[in-house]
């Protein structure tokens, strides 16, 4: 891992279509954009703005996500999350992300990822399945 650049930001950008919907994903029963998928575009910001500092070996893995979901988006609309590096303590860099649609604030959050090796990463979670974990 290269040094850390407290205060940099990355903003990931989708359209809101059906299929992030909280009725299509299932956590909800109204048109609107769902909570997870909220969620899951903030971590891709923070994991995109922190894959420049990775090694090929590396990765980053979410191990906490502190979120509001404070307003209702409409299919066809677009929203972004912005994450920007807060801290860093050895391998676990901390996240403020902010997510806005066209009218504005839609959710903020505190996000904490931590840097792996990859291929460890994976061996370790595969051998739960044959119980030597």
């Given at each position: 891992m290269?040094?850390?650049?407290?205060?940099?930001?990355?903003k990931e950008t989708r359209k809101v279509?059906?299929?992030?919907?909280?009725?299509?994903v299932g956590s909800g029963e109204v048109a609107v954009y769902a909570t997870p998928m909220m969620i899951a575009l903030m971590e891709n910001s923070a994991a995109m703005l922190l894959k420049q500092f990775l090694s090929e070996e590396?990765?980053?893995?979410?191990?906490?996500?502190?979120?509001?979901?404070?307003?209702?988006?409409p299919c066809g609309m677009t929203v972004s999350a912005e994450a920007e590096i807060i801290k860093q303590e050895?391998?676990?860099?901390?996240?403020q992300i902010t997510a806005v649609d066209e009218a504005g604030i839609i959710g903020q959050a505190v996000?904490?990822?931590?840097?792996?090796?990859?291929?460890?990463?994976?061996?370790r979670a595969?051998?739960?399945?044959?119980?030597?974990?």
């Open positions: 290269k040094d850390i650049t407290i205060g940099i930001t990355h279509s059906e299929d992030l919907s909280a009725k299509a590396e990765t980053s893995v979410g191990t906490m996500i502190n979120t509001t979901h404070e307003a209702a988006t050895g391998r676990k860099i901390t996240f996000h904490e990822r931590v840097v792996v090796n990859k291929a460890k990463f994976e061996a595969q051998a739960k399945l044959n119980g030597s974990v």
